[in-house]
């Protein structure tokens, strides 16, 4: 295509989603603030998981000023089970400048939205586009795909740099009269149509204008680098009840993976390692009994890092204070905490 047929090529994709497009909750609002939040609830997850998320955060925080100033503690135990925590503090802290310094307005131009702690090219471009109807990219992982085969971009996307190729692509096919549909068309085309593996090339409203499908090559596109090995960590991890049945628990630092999220403590294994000591030195505690010596056995893997777990449960009775960060606490108590899916997955097994 290669721009010639844009005219052709944008009415197709924007007829097509009128008519075929996902039926999702925020899909039914032009509130910029409800938007935001869909679009940092969908990055690195799927939409199916998304969907109750994003119903239960809005009834809990329905406007602006609400999620500004709720505890963290609070957002986190909303955020449960989403991953990726660090998004859930960033909104916070995008939305709190929002009402502090923009009078609770999501702004309207790419400057001043971008400037929002947490809001990237893409996220400001599907905000502007979509509530505000400005013509702006929003380029994600589903546009390159689509973009890629469409036009021919054989540029390997896992470059950074690369972007830049496919928001000027963008630009300048963008319906400027109809900006939000076309950006989220190319993102359910990509979802639904023009798939990573095995496109449904002949259900596409746009082949006729993709170069890939017409050379026979739709499949060999995009171009992506194989990411790095994820490191691997292996951990011994402590269900450690006291005489009274309560369980020993520990916050974990206020920065870094997991901010302030709870967890059951996790002692590192390597080859100089003594985790038994370890755990009993750290945590002031004397181990009375092994209850079970292989609880639970898994790997929780997050981007760029994959633990290995190995869950014991033992009794245990306290010879010093505990570490300031460390507590014993029933099931109960420990529910109302926000704690990573690693550590659900084996809270569960207590219940």
Same mark, same amino acid.
């Given at each position: 295509?290669?721009?010639?047929?844009?005219?052709?090529?944008?009415?197709?994709?924007?007829?097509?989603?009128?008519?075929? $497009?996902?039926?999702?909750?925020?899909?039914?609002?032009?509130?910029?603030?409800?938007?935001?939040?869909?679009?940092?609830? @969908?990055?690195?997850?799927?939409?199916? &998981?998304?969907?109750?998320?994003? !119903?239960?955060? @809005?009834?809990?925080?329905?406007?602006?000023?609400? @999620?500004?100033?709720?505890?963290?503690?609070?957002? +986190?135990?909303?955020?449960?089970?989403? =991953?990726?925590?660090?998004?859930?503090?960033? %909104?916070?802290?995008?939305?709190?400048?929002?009402?502090?310094?923009?009078?609770?307005?999501?702004?309207?131009?790419?400057?001043?939205?971008?400037? +929002?702690?947490?809001?990237?090219?893409?996220?400001?471009?599907?905000? %502007?586009?979509?509530?505000?109807? $400005?013509?702006?990219?929003?380029?994600?992982? !589903?546009?390159?795909?689509?973009?890629?085969?469409? +036009?021919?971009?054989?540029?390997?996307?896992?470059?950074?740099?690369?972007?830049?190729?496919?928001?000027?692509?963008?630009?300048?096919?963008?319906?400027?009269?109809?900006? =939000?549909?076309?950006?989220?068309?190319?993102?359910?085309?990509?979802?639904?149509?023009?798939?990573?593996?095995? *496109?449904?090339?002949?259900?596409?409203?746009?082949?006729?204008?993709?170069?890939?499908? !017409?050379?026979?090559?739709?499949?060999? @596109? *995009?171009?992506?680098?194989?990411?790095?090995?994820?490191?691997?960590?292996?951990?011994?991890?402590?269900?450690?009840?006291?005489?009274?049945?309560?369980?020993?628990?520990?916050?974990?630092?206020?920065?870094?993976?997991?901010?302030?999220?709870?967890?059951?403590?996790?002692?590192?294994?390597?080859?100089?390692?003594?985790?038994?000591?370890?755990?009993?030195?750290?945590?002031?505690?004397?181990?009375?009994?092994?209850?079970?010596?292989?609880? %639970?056995?898994? #790997?929780?893997?997050?981007?760029?890092?994959?633990?290995?777990?190995?869950?014991?449960?033992? +009794?245990?009775?306290? #010879?010093?204070?505990?570490?300031?960060?460390?507590?014993?606490?029933?099931?109960?108590?420990? #529910? &109302?905490?926000?704690?990573?899916?690693?550590?659900?997955?084996?809270?569960?097994? %207590? !219940?």
């Amino acid at each position: 295509m290669k721009y010639q047929y844009k005219n052709e090529f944008r009415h197709n994709l924007v007829e097509w989603f009128n008519n075929e $497009k996902r039926d999702l909750p925020w899909r039914h609002t032009s509130d910029p603030y409800k938007i935001w939040v869909s679009e940092v609830m @969908l990055q690195q997850t799927r939409v199916d &998981t998304v969907i109750p998320y994003y !119903n239960r955060f @809005l009834d809990k925080y329905p406007t602006i000023q609400d @999620l500004a100033y709720a505890p963290e503690e609070e957002l +986190l135990k909303m955020w449960e089970g989403l =991953g990726y925590y660090s998004r859930a503090r960033n %909104l916070q802290a995008g939305v709190k400048e929002v009402v502090e310094k923009y009078n609770s307005v999501v702004p309207d131009n790419r400057h001043d939205i971008s400037s +929002l702690k947490g809001v990237g090219p893409y996220t400001a471009g599907a905000i %502007l586009s979509i509530a505000y109807q $400005k013509a702006e990219h929003a380029v994600d992982g !589903n546009v390159m795909r689509v973009l890629s085969r469409v +036009l021919l971009i054989e540029e390997d996307i896992a470059l950074p740099k690369t972007r830049k190729v496919f928001e000027e692509a963008v630009e300048m096919l963008i319906d400027e009269k109809h900006p =939000g549909d076309f950006n989220q068309a190319l993102m359910d085309l990509g979802a639904m149509i023009c798939t990573p593996t095995s *496109p449904k090339c002949l259900l596409c409203p746009v082949r006729d204008y993709c170069i890939a499908f !017409n050379e026979g090559i739709a499949d060999q @596109l *995009p171009i992506k680098s194989k990411k790095t090995k994820t490191k691997k960590v292996q951990f011994k991890v402590y269900l450690a009840a006291d005489q009274k049945g309560r369980y020993l628990l520990e916050k974990r630092p206020s920065e870094g993976l997991l901010a302030n999220m709870w967890q059951f403590p996790m002692i590192e294994i390597n080859e100089n390692s003594m985790s038994d000591e370890t755990f009993k030195h750290n945590y002031n505690v004397e181990i009375k009994e092994y209850i079970e010596e292989q609880l %639970l056995k898994f #790997k929780h893997v997050f981007s760029h890092l994959t633990w290995e777990m190995d869950c014991v449960y033992v +009794l245990v009775e306290p #010879k010093n204070d505990l570490p300031g960060d460390a507590l014993f606490l029933t099931i109960e108590e420990i #529910k &109302t905490l926000p704690m990573p899916v690693s550590m659900l997955k084996i809270l569960n097994v %207590l !219940n």
